[in-house]
């Protein structure tokens, strides 16, 4: 199990939390502080809670409510910890699909670190709040092995079982020499059938056991067979296979070590992970990079919005 960075509030009270948000509205301009305090120190399922008896009591829906006091980047990381987490997953992918250009990064990190039951939720969510599929939109937003990639990810047919077989490893990393290095031309379903169908344990091995064959790593093979976006893909999807914690670190760096941050990508991972790893993802962060996540936020972002993260993190 990792290490969450929010819990479930002890003495919880969403009545009064309720009342509390309605107090923070009032006058002019409302009470980002209050409302951080609140929304921050409460677990999503909490939060579900407090929206339900917001209605009750006044007739309204919280989020809109927030989203009609709060502004820019704290409006996105408050609305973002008051959706249910298969909604936001969804709206966050509908958001890396239909923007200008495709953000494919997005998208490989949502489907990569999650579980067969997971990616049929936010499917589900995805088609209940759009009204088309994911695996549809996903189409018609690519082409080529990167559609193919892509889909076979949303179908979550992914083994889960966590058997390793040595054997198999074996004849996989044999099988993916024969359709890449070995070869003029690469056969990528080859690539995509292994590494959307087998258990992240069993990957590993393969990884494994391709560097003894070969005597390279398996990213090496990916950047002399494949290019482009497909390439970055897959080179996310391995690193995200071999260490799921390390690559959402590099994913958090990256949103800030550039000039200008990438809030979106900053937002998504504090906050979905704020209740499943975000201290383990914190700890791998600061031996990497040599600053405490909490210090590159306290750099990167300013106001209302770095102290609503910083009440996340911790």
Do not use: W
């Amino acid at each position: 199990m990792g290490t969450p960075t929010v819990f479930p509030c002890d003495d919880f009270d969403p009545e009064a939390d309720a009342q509390a948000l309605k107090q923070a509205f009032k006058g002019f301009g409302c009470n980002e502080e209050a409302i951080i305090e609140i929304i921050t120190k409460r677990s999503n399922a909490q939060r579900q809670e407090i929206s339900e008896h917001f209605k009750t009591m006044y007739g309204k829906d919280l989020i809109k409510e927030l989203k009609s006091e709060l502004r820019g980047n704290l409006e996105d990381v408050i609305v973002a910890l008051m959706l249910p987490p298969a909604e936001y997953y969804a709206k966050q992918l509908h958001k890396a699909i239909s923007g200008i250009g495709t953000n494919e990064k997005a998208i490989i990190e949502i489907l990569g670190i999650h579980k067969n039951d997971d990616i049929i939720a936010i499917r589900e969510a995805y088609q209940h709040m759009y009204g088309n599929s994911l695996e549809s939109d996903i189409k018609g937003d690519t082409s080529g092995s990167l559609k193919r990639l892509l889909v076979s990810l949303v179908n979550a047919h992914r083994d889960e079982s966590g058997i390793i077989d040595h054997e198999a490893a074996y004849k996989d990393a044999q099988t993916l020499l024969r359709a890449g290095e070995l070869f003029a031309g690469t056969d990528e379903s080859t690539f995509n059938l292994i590494m959307c169908q087998r258990n992240r344990e069993q990957l590993n091995k393969i990884f494994d056991e391709y560097q003894v064959l070969t005597g390279h790593d398996f990213e090496t093979a990916i950047e002399n067979e494949f290019s482009g976006t497909v390439k970055e893909v897959l080179l996310a999807l391995v690193k995200c296979v071999r260490n799921e914690i390390e690559y959402l670190a590099d994913r958090l760096h990256g949103s800030m070590d550039r000039i200008g941050t990438d809030d979106t990508t900053l937002i998504r991972i504090v906050v979905t992970r704020s209740e499943i790893d975000l201290g383990d993802i914190k700890e791998v962060f600061q031996n990497k990079y040599e600053k405490t996540l909490a210090e590159f936020i306290e750099d990167d972002t300013s106001g209302d919005y770095k102290n609503c993260l910083l009440s996340i993190v911790g």
